[in-house]
Each structure stands twice: as C-alpha cells, then as structure tokens.
C-alpha cells in the first residue's frame, strides 16, 4: 500500500493506512548522555540487541548459533569503548530505524545485518586509510576484520532459522534483494551452477566480474 504525500518526518507520526502499513521500526539506544560516541558502535549492539530480546526466531536457534550472536553483540559493545577511549567524541545518534518486520521476520533480519555489516565494512576501510592518526587507523583495521566474520555470521545461523519461522534461510542478500560481495557472489553462482541453474550462474558471475574475480 503506498504511502501519502508526507514527508519521511511526517509519516512517523502519519496515521494513513499507507503510513502505518510502510512505517520503520524506531528503536532507541540506550546508554546515557556522556557515552554517546559511536555511530556505527551504537547502532550494531542495537541491532544485535534487538535480535537477541525481540525476534522470535532467536529463542529456536540452536544453542551454539544463539552463542554466536550473543558474541557478537559482546564484540560491538567492546567496539563501542575502543572507539569512544580513542575518538573522545559523542554520537549524534540515538535511536535508529530499521526495515518493517526487522525483528518479526528472520529473512528480514539476516538481509538487514549482511547489509549494515555490509556498510561498517566499507566504513572502517575508508578509515583505515583516511584517519588522522595511527591509534584510529589500526583501530578501524582491527575492527574491520571482525565486522567480516558478523556478515559470515549471518549466513551461517540462516541454515539453522526453525520451519516456523520461514526457515531454513537458504538465501541471505542483503535488503536490496542481491548479493553485493563479489566473492559471495562466485559462490552463489559455483553453486547455482552445480545445480544446472544456468541462467542465474550466468547472472551471478556477470555480477562478480566474471568466474575468476576471486
């Protein structure tokens, strides 16, 4: 159902059936005035957060894939002190909005995470080699690295998400629909093509660059 004519401001607060059936998630994060520092930081242990107390899908996971999680959410939040020990700065930022259904539906979510992990990837890259000192490069180095194996992470829960709740995931791209990583993307296709799925090989590879991008 489209929305009408109110501006993304608006239509928080907009009660059109558009508004209401098209309107983000609002989720606050929750720390206290003096240690708001980062952006990123602050919005992966939200999220995380989020997954962990809300969705559904989370309570039927394996052990050992809750364990995953869980973990991560330890890691963005020892993100968050490395980045506000050595950026003293506060975030501007304190609630975020996500996609409808973030927290309801598990293929939702998986898509969402491989596309933020997506972006903090990109962000710490550009960091590390365009912050002002060597504390700040080596620290988006350091982080960077881990936010890979969290976008890894979500694949590897998605074969775990219980019958009920859609799963298994066979599928995780990201919200936009697609695979974005070239790697991923070989992959997508060796296997599309194992399966004599030809046409969507052909596309994935064209995507990567070709068979030999790796």
């Known amino acids: ?11 928080r607060h907009c009660e059109c059936p558009g508004c209401r059936e098209n309107r983000q998630i609002e989720v606050p994060f929750r720390t206290c005035a003096r240690d708001r520092r980062s952006a990123h930081a602050a919005l992966a242990v939200t999220t995380y957060s989020n997954i962990i107390d809300n969705a559904p899908f ?7 894939d809750q364990g995953y999680i869980s973990a991560a959410r330890q890691e963005e939040m020892s993100h968050y002190n490395l980045e506000a020990s050595v950026t003293h700065k506060q975030s501007p930022f304190t609630t975020f909005y996500f996609p409808k ?42 982080i960077m690295g881990i936010e890979s194996d969290h976008r890894t992470l979500a694949r590897v ?32 296709a060796k296997a599309k093509e194992s399966e004599g799925r030809f046409a969507e090989a052909a596309a994935a590879y064209e995507t990567a660059g070709g068979p030999c991008s790796a």
């Open 101 to 142: 259904k973030m927290f309801d539906d598990a293929q939702t979510t998986l898509n969402t995470l491989v596309t933020l992990e997506d972006a903090f990837i990109a962000a710490y890259l550009v960091g590390v080699r365009r912050f002002s000192t060597a504390d700040l490069r080596v620290t988006a180095a350091r």
């Open 58 to 64: 989370f309570t039927r996971l394996a052990a050992d």
């Open 157 to 188: 829960v998605a074969p775990g998400v219980a019958t009920q709740d859609g799963g298994p995931v066979e599928n995780v791209t990201g919200i936009q629909g697609k695979i974005t990583s070239a790697k991923l993307q070989l992959q997508f």
């Open 1 to 11: 159902m489209e929305a009408c004519g109110a501006t993304t401001r608006q239509r």
